[in-house]
């Protein structure tokens, strides 16, 4: 059972406000676009995934994450996080009606390929499930099988939120990648530490020698 993944992806300019302590506003665009190319690139690497859709507002992250390969979907409600992933979930099951969907974080620069399709085999074993992220108040990943809705509850406390809709929390073994998403400077660190995609070690240089 192959996946179509959703990344939803923030305009640039507004994009990871929470890292002004680690980076300039001239700076933070780059890397927020950097750690969608990682995510997205180590996505479609993974054995367990088909396609990635890409639902963004942003032209120039359209432009880039297109040239990986992602098909990019208009973020057109432009109503914030869950309404962009509703409208793409609707657009990918109207194309793929017998697609098991997962939604996925653009924010995981240290995406690796076998530890993503770990989660997507948990959660193939549920009718919706999620992966809490690292912080464990939040989600990196929530799924749904063919005839299920997502249901997107993304947001503060989004575990919680997940849990209470009727999704399975699934922890599969040594995932660490796929549940470390970087909103602070310290989540940056935590993913350098495992080890961050190509394009995000490029940013972080640039940002170490600005």
Do not use: Y
């Not at 950097?34 to 890409?54: I, Y």
């Not at 929530?142 to 999704?167: I, N, Q, V, W």
């Amino acid at each position: 059972m192959q996946w179509t993944l959703v990344v939803p992806l923030k305009a640039l300019a507004r994009a990871k406000s929470r890292l002004s302590d680690t980076a300039a506003d001239g700076l933070r665009p780059g890397l927020a676009l950097a750690f969608a190319q990682d995510t997205v690139a180590a996505a479609l690497a993974c054995s367990e995934v088909a396609d990635v859709a890409v639902v963004t507002g942003d032209a120039l992250a359209g432009r880039e994450l297109a040239a990986l390969g992602a098909r990019i979907i208009r973020d057109e409600p432009g109503g914030g996080l869950n309404a962009a992933l509703r409208h793409a979930a609707a657009a990918v099951r109207a194309a793929r009606p017998r697609t098991p969907l997962a939604a996925l974080n653009a924010d995981l620069p240290a995406l690796r390929p076998p530890e993503l399709a770990r989660v997507l085999l948990a959660a193939g074993e549920f009718p919706r499930a999620f992966l809490p992220d690292a912080a464990g108040f939040g989600t990196t990943l929530l799924a749904a099988s063919p005839g299920r809705e997502l249901l997107p509850a993304f947001g503060a406390d989004s575990r919680a939120r997940h849990r209470a809709s009727g999704a399975a929390e699934i922890l599969p073994p040594s995932v660490d990648s796929v549940r470390q998403d970087v909103d602070t400077g310290t989540d940056l660190l935590a993913a350098l530490a495992l080890g961050v995609g190509p394009r995000t070690a490029s940013a972080v240089e640039r940002l170490r020698a600005a």
